[in-house]
């Protein structure tokens, strides 16, 4: 089984909360970091699969207040993250830490680093071990001109082998908000430069459009989960019975 360091001031919040999520003995299919109103927590549960409380930065979980801007925290949270061990990771840059056009000056310039080689390293952790994750962003977003995305998933005109670029319109026909590029390691994503409604799926028509994409969404996420998790359950099953 993974281990926390001892030497972390933390290590006893972690294990409570890897202890909440993993008491029940399923394995986690999902974590949405930076977690904003895409719904695909909520999306990916409606699929019958098991899905963590999405992470807001700065948000209070299990007796501690994360600033996910700062280092020693994300060294603390990728710590808790690979304990946790989902499938599958998606994170949304926060607007003060990528989603700008233009930095503001050096302090800035680092917190889009510090967010670019934060949510990498979460990512590759998951590929590393039989899963898979992603990164949403504004199309025009600094974020992607980072050395550290461009290393890990390539370009949306260049991606690197195992790397799917898309973009997903979020919004109504009559009132859309910018579109959003995504970059995952996991192809169940790519479609014509959409995701798309897959057939068969029911969707209430009172449901806010919002609702209605993080379902679909969250559908493709899914798929990946399922796909991803056979190449890692033999690893999984081994850890849960040391």
Same mark, same amino acid.
């Given at each position: 089984?993974?281990? %926390?360091?001892?030497?972390?001031?933390? *290590?006893?919040?972690? #294990?409570?909360?890897?202890?909440?999520? @993993?008491? *029940?003995? &399923?394995? @986690?299919?999902?974590?949405?970091?930076? *977690?904003?109103?895409?719904?695909?927590?909520?999306?990916?549960?409606?699929?019958?699969?098991?899905?963590?409380?999405?992470?807001?930065?700065?948000? &209070?979980?299990?007796?501690?207040?994360?600033?996910?801007?700062?280092?020693?925290?994300?060294?603390?949270?990728?710590?808790? +993250?690979?304990? %946790?061990?989902?499938?599958?990771?998606? !994170?949304?840059?926060?607007?003060?830490?990528?989603?700008?056009?233009?930095?503001?000056?050096?302090?800035?310039?680092? #917190?889009? #680093?510090?967010?670019?080689?934060?949510?990498?390293?979460?990512? =590759?952790?998951?590929?590393?071990?039989?899963?898979?994750?992603? +990164?949403?962003?504004?199309?025009?977003?600094?974020?992607?001109?980072?050395? !550290? +995305?461009?290393?890990?998933?390539?370009? =949306?005109? *260049?991606?690197?082998?195992?790397?799917?670029?898309?973009?997903?319109? @979020?919004?109504?026909?009559?009132?859309?908000?910018?579109?959003?590029?995504?970059?995952?390691?996991?192809?169940?994503?790519?479609?014509?430069?959409?995701?798309?409604?897959?057939?068969?799926?029911?969707?209430?028509?009172?449901?806010?459009?919002?609702?209605?994409?993080?379902?679909?969404?969250?559908? !493709?996420?899914?798929? !990946?989960?399922?796909?991803?998790?056979?190449?890692?359950?033999?690893?999984?099953?081994? =850890?849960? @019975?040391?």
């Amino acid at each position: 089984r993974s281990t %926390l360091s001892s030497s972390s001031a933390a *290590s006893d919040v972690y #294990k409570r909360q890897a202890i909440e999520v @993993l008491s *029940s003995g &399923e394995r @986690l299919a999902f974590l949405d970091l930076f *977690s904003g109103e895409g719904f695909l927590t909520v999306g990916v549960r409606a699929h019958g699969l098991k899905a963590a409380d999405g992470w807001k930065s700065n948000a &209070e979980i299990a007796g501690k207040r994360w600033d996910l801007s700062n280092p020693a925290d994300q060294a603390e949270a990728a710590q808790l +993250i690979d304990y %946790l061990d989902p499938v599958i990771v998606h !994170a949304a840059v926060p607007q003060d830490g990528g989603k700008t056009k233009r930095s503001r000056g050096r302090r800035d310039r680092d #917190k889009h #680093k510090g967010y670019a080689e934060f949510v990498v390293g979460i990512i =590759r952790s998951r590929v590393n071990v039989g899963g898979g994750g992603s +990164i949403e962003s504004p199309t025009d977003a600094i974020i992607w001109k980072h050395p !550290a +995305i461009r290393t890990f998933f390539g370009t =949306r005109d *260049s991606p690197l082998p195992g790397r799917t670029f898309t973009t997903i319109q @979020l919004g109504t026909t009559t009132e859309l908000e910018p579109s959003i590029l995504l970059a995952a390691t996991y192809h169940e994503v790519a479609g014509s430069d959409a995701v798309t409604r897959p057939s068969g799926m029911s969707l209430d028509p009172e449901a806010g459009p919002s609702v209605v994409k993080g379902l679909i969404w969250a559908d !493709a996420i899914s798929r !990946a989960a399922v796909r991803l998790a056979r190449s890692g359950a033999h690893r999984w099953s081994a =850890r849960e @019975l040391l």
